[in-house]
């Protein structure tokens, strides 16, 4: 009997019958003609939302239309940080909603996706950077969120080998939430296409979609580079290419394409507990369950389609890691990589209608919707399935620039590589 | 200059710095339409004409940099009594904006024979002799802070103008560049 | 003179320079090694193969390779603030006084607690962890996950700050050559007497490549002598630079690239003043990739116990280090090449034992030779499995007919064939291409300016190697424009080099590595597969073969070649992983340089800094800046007391505070008065000269951008201010108005922040004290020179200045602006001569505080999301212009009545401290994110009202005044009673800063 | 990446920074549909995938506003041209026509 469901024991009978009897996680779908639902694009957000779709809302006749492999956009090459320490009260409850469906995803999908929550602590180095957290802080507490202000000495105890003395910006303390922390990219996709195949998904890799049928303002299915499939409704989840996809439906988005790049290193005895992010300069990391420090920094800040960064954004963001933690300065950099982000225009994502009666859109994620996986899979599956946005999902509307109604954290305005 | 032990070296690599504190420097800004007028007037004033290129050219003590497109700075030496900047606003009233800029940056001077090669470790720009002849004017930064760079009519060394607000920062950075690099590069 | 202990040195052979003997340990264990060694060698010569274990199962390893490939001799160097963990001992160039230690090991290399993880290794499979760890829920983050990453990593990082320097440097040149072995310094060589501008950099201490390692013939001379005289030849010219110990790793977009120059990694430690590395930005018109080839394993059981080496790292050890790798040697390969090694090992003195090819006929030359040797010949054989532990003690063998032999020997060589170093070639996107003839892996379409020649390149003979280099090299310089002449090619000696496929020794009784570094084995391949990670890319990340600190250079192939067996595809059709940079791990020091500790980043001062410093100002980060926070007195224990003091100072007699971190821009020419009537929401053009008007921009968005003041000097000659964080934006957004919305404008910007030293003069004295400044008779009265008059006039005998009578203290105020050179001086003086009046410095506390009790917005309520209406500027607005904003701004979202407005805040209890970043709910309602109403921006304790103030953005301000409401703060554990109030608590009407 | 300037010539990426779509240009703000046309200026991106022309600044040299002819897949430059030279021709070319 092949082992489906994963547990201790199935681990160990497959230990001793030299592991044979593992099924695929997901299976190699081939397009039907029809669905009630195609999903476009098998990143996280597209693989969540087909999960929830066929788990929570009944729509079983579903497939997900991936261009690659499963997992080959941002879900597998970001810096896996999750945490829910937004500030405005348009994002809080969304990015909880997303914090609890973490903690509970491991026995949701029979999956570890290795849900780590080591804490997530923001640094200040200034009176003015101390009062912006302490609102955010607040505001989190307020939607019964869980935030600490620590002062230098807290921080000093966590992190004993921040470079406190000899800082060009001292650190003054940090903001910490500690049910934040990383989350296995990976895993994220392959749990979710696991849960989303057993429940009757079909995930069709390696098909890219080329165009979409409308007829009368209505979708109907969409063009493949395997021939047309038809459908009821479709969602885009396509994240940095959210545009390339909507353009051939005529749409024009909020939305640049930007790369944003990230960083790991050999692999070394672990040291850097949870994530902390550096305030004064663009750099934050985390340490993987293999030793690598992960980190990351500032977008290159130029649109791009190109899955690679330049080398001043490379030297900037380790500046801010050797400004911050002068004891690396001798661990050494493995690989770095790119990825292209749907820089919405005020830095907030979009899930909602789209002008075109059944096609949906999910995207705007910038450099943080991969802690907004689950929930984002959820609210735009309810937003499929149900025809109307999520209770946390309301503020992302599409029309939201038009009508002035801007969720934007940073106060950057129409400038996403400012983000 | 301050540490001795960069003097050392820099006596090592055969380089002087210095810094240049008696200078005038004004920012003319080509007023639309008024390049002739301007360029008569300038070689009526300062006996030379605006390069319109990224070069240097000097007349009589007065040297007009290239300062980005239709605009120059004009510098000379400051003298007690006198405001060139004012003489010149006079001199081009109505075909450029003049405006006093003596006091916006410091001017470090580097002299040595290997000057470009010690210099062309750390700056971004070609200092090659192909690249930068004598005469040439650069904007561009070194080390994170903005720079204007013009090379010696002999060849021989480089000025540098920098923001007099990190002219401090600048100073370490030059003194920096032209003793430790010189030495091991 | 040879050490003894030096057992498997080699009499005359290898180029170490045998006159200068270094000490090093080993874990403890003193050796003796030369110049010219790596680690690696080093260690070989004294019979070291064990040096340490692996990352899963903590498997022995020892040193497979030469170069910076390996993915198992890694070891941490050097101790304390100097540790370098995961250090390759085969590119670690020998030094004396070298300590290096063993790494994921516990208590010693040889006996490891977790070696245990092999006997589980049934149950470590690969992507266990995801199927468990689950139940319950709780043990994940106590006991799973800490257990889990407790085995995380294999070397330590130190534990403090890294003691070294780096540094960083740009270079030009017309032809980047990258590698030194045949092909590169032919291609240096060729486009060097062409005239052009040559980099060639290579990764070793040594130039040459494979040419110090193969016992070849160049010219008639010996390779390795060769290599010296053109090396010889290109240090003459001055149109080469050459980069020993100097790795290319990564390609960038525009000709660029990353290097990284080992300055001082051979030496304990770095001369004084001498950076570590250094970061090298390469810009090259042409670059030529000759970075060679790496030999790739072939996959058999317990193929990674200490004692299996590269067919051609075992020629590097014996003709470049002089190093007897073993006594007895098995040679398994697929290919002339590594078949042909027994040459090598004879000459060494190593008795071959067999000689193991996957090919069924091998060439009559080495047949012969093997023959002589008196080695065993198994043609179409594999060696299916090493025998030993910690070392190779004997080789399993199948022969062609399927019979077992078992032979002893303590090396077993190994050659499945080379992959070209080509990664750099697909750094900006392009993919490499199959060779079948190769069974490998060659560049395929090529950024532009880049090309490959050598090895590199899938041209694998010597002769090849030197005619493709140096026609490479005559290419690029006739590329850039240099007349650069075909050069005479040397002659070389023949080889032979025949290949076939032969990946994975399938009949092995034990574990079989591809990834020796990550553990991986065919087995785990075949398990991914099964399980649906059949994507290259899923292959890697769901085993994690290739993402060591090798990157798969000795196993991605290896692993794809199994995959593709599995799944019936062809190579090509299976595809292989992406390459990214770096070539080879860089460290972080040098990719930082000296931007670190106080060099972050550049450091700003005002013109009155000194002085400031010697009063014993307390500083703070302001942006780039350092500006004085307050001005303590000696008797003075904590900052409130300081800073009420200079309040009360300024607020009674006179205070002077340094402001020239304000930007500052001249706006010039017939249109300036149009142009800023643009930038602002109101106008400009109608001020009159010798006047100075508040303003404020917005975004194109509608959102408040900066305020600041415009003074008109003159009918073309404005000069306005701007926030000291928005100073450089401002200056580019004001470019991109005038040169790309309205280049018709006649208007110049030069910004002048530098130019000037600005100082507010503020108090009810400050008029005595300006009277005492200003040249005569340049009149100061109010009759004369009223609120918001300007005037360009002289100060201090004679000094050009500019007087300003703006008040953001709300008391009778200046600024008075001399040239910054004079700042200091200005700044003396005012101090001098108010002596009498009681003059104080004061800092940006104090200006704070006062901004606060006169209602002033500044950075905290200028958020990036606020409207001018939001702040109460709404009125400023002029209704009969366009200017950047407008438009948008009147967004339903954005005029929403309900929106939060600038309010004041005093505590109900006056006793009680207010603190920013508290958010309003109502007095009986539930503070909870449903019932709250805005929030605190800035507060300060007000000395003239004697209790703290704040100002916030509450939803319907004007209606609530008077209103009791709780400010929330539950991060600080605060929840306080403040009245709402209007945002001006000190002198509403204006009347001080006017008379 | 580096960028030609056309007064300071050939720089590294650092010199400069990136405003965003040089093909669209402020609107009219007194025509009747200038909300809408400023919602679209303002927020709509074509964002593109392939050759597109961008505003650059040349922050730490001249100063200059440039339009780069860029292709966003591969980061491969082809023409570069002063934003003010762009914005002359633009300008009197709609004052010619009218
Ligand atoms: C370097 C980096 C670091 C980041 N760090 C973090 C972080 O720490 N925390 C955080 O929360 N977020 C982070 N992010 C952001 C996060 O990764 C993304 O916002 C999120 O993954 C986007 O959603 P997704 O997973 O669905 O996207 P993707 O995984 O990109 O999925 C989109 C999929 O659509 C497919 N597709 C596109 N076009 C088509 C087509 N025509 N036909 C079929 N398929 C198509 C793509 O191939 C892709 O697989 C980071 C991103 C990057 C690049
Ligand atoms: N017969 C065969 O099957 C076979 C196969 C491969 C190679 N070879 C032999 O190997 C030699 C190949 O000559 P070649 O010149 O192409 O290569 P090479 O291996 O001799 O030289 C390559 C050089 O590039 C350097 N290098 C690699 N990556 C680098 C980087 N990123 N930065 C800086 N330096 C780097 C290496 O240190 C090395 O010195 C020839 O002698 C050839 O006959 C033979
Ligand atoms: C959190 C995280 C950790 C990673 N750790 C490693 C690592 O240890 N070794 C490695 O080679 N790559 C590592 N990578 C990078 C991947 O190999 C890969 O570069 C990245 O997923 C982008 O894919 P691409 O380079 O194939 O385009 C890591 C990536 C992420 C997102
Ligand atoms: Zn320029």
Redesign the pocket.
Known sequence: MPSDRYSIFSVLTEALRGQTGWKPAWRKATPKPNYDVVIVGGGGHGLAAAYYLAKRYGLSNVAVIEKGWIGSGNVGRNTTIVRSNYMLPGNIPFYETSMKLWEGLEQDLNYNAMVSQRGVLNLYHSDGQRDAYVRRGNAMRMHGVDAELLDRDAVQRMYPWLNYDNARFPIKGGLLQRRGGTVRHDAVAWGYARGADQHGVDIIENTEVTGFRITNGRIEGVETSRGFVGARKVGLACAGNSSRVASMAGLNLPLESHVLQAFVTEGIKPFIDGVVTFGAGHFYISQSDKGGLVFGGDLDGYNSYAQRGNLPVVEDVIEGGMALMPRIGRVRLLRSWGGIMDMSMDGSPIIDHTPISGLYLNGGWCYGGFKATPAAGLCFAHLIARNEPHAVARAYRLDRFRTGHMVDEKGMGNQPNLH | MSNPATEAALNRSGLTISRRDDVAMTHVALRRGRRADLDARVSATLGLTLPDTSRTVEAAGQMAAWAGPEQWLVIGPQEAGTDPSAALAKALNGVASVVDVSDSRVIFRVRGASAADVLSLSMGIDLHDKAFKPGDVAITHASHLGVMVWRHADGQGYDFACARTYAVDFGHWLEDACSKRGVFA | MTSENQAFRLAGRGVVDRSKTFSFTFDGIPYEGFAGDTLASALLANGVHLVGRSFKYHRPRGILTS??EDPSALVELRTGARREPNTKATVTELYDGLEATSQNRFPSLRFDFLAVNSLLSPVFSAGFYYKTFMWPASFWEKLYEPMIRRAAGLGRAAMEEDPDSYDKANAFCDVLV????????MAAISAARSGARVIL????FA?????L??N?TIDGIN?AAWVKAAIGELSSLSNVRLLPR????GAYDGGTYG?VERVADHLVKPAPGQPRQRLWRIVAKRTIV????T?RPIVFGNNDRPGVMLA?AARSYINRYGVAPGRTAVVFSS????AATINDLANAGISVAALVDARPALPDAITARAEALGARIFAGGVVSDAIGGSRVKGACIIDASGATHTLSCDLIIVSG??NP?MQ?TTHLGGRPQWRDDLAAFVPGAMPKGMTA?????G????A??LAE?ARAGSAAAADVGFDAKPIAIPASDE?S?G?SAFWHVDRAKHKAFVDLQNDVTAADVALAQREGFSAVEHLKRYTTLGMATDQGRTSSVNGLAILAQLTGKTIPATGITTARPP??PVSLGALAGEHRGKHFKPTRLTPSHNWAKEQGAVFVEAGLWLRALYFPKPFETDAQTTVIREVNGVRNGVGVCDVSTLGKVEVHGPDAGKFLDRLYINMMSTLAVGRARYGAMLREDGIMMDDGTAARFAEDRYFVTTTTVNAIKVVQHMELCKQWHWPDLDVQIVPSTDQWAQYAVAGPRARDLIARIVDKPFDVSNAAFPYMAVAELTALGGIKARLYRLSFSGELAYEIAVPARHGELLMRTLMEKGQDLGVIPYGTEALGVMRIEKGHVGGPELNGTTTAADVGLGKMASKKKDYIGRVLAERPGLTNPDRPRLAGFRPVDRAARLRSGAHFVGRNTEPVAANALGHMTSVAYSPSLGHWVGLGFLSGAETRMGEIIRAYDPVRGEDTLVEVVSPTFYDSEGARLRV | MRISCPHCGERALDEFSYLGDASVTRPDPAAADAADAFYTYAYERRNIAGPTQELWYHQAGCHAWLVVTRDTRTHEISDVKAAQDVALERVNSTTGAA
């Open positions: 170069g910076s990258v590698g030194s072995g045949a092909a590169g310094l950099a290579d990764e070793s130039f040459g490549g494979r040419l390692a193969e070849r390779s100097t790795t290319i790793f290097a000759a970075q060679g080839a030999e051609s290919n002339d090449d590594g064939g080379f170093n750099m020649a050598g090895a590199a390149n041209s694998f003979s010597l090849s190697c280099g080889e080099n290949i070539y080879s």
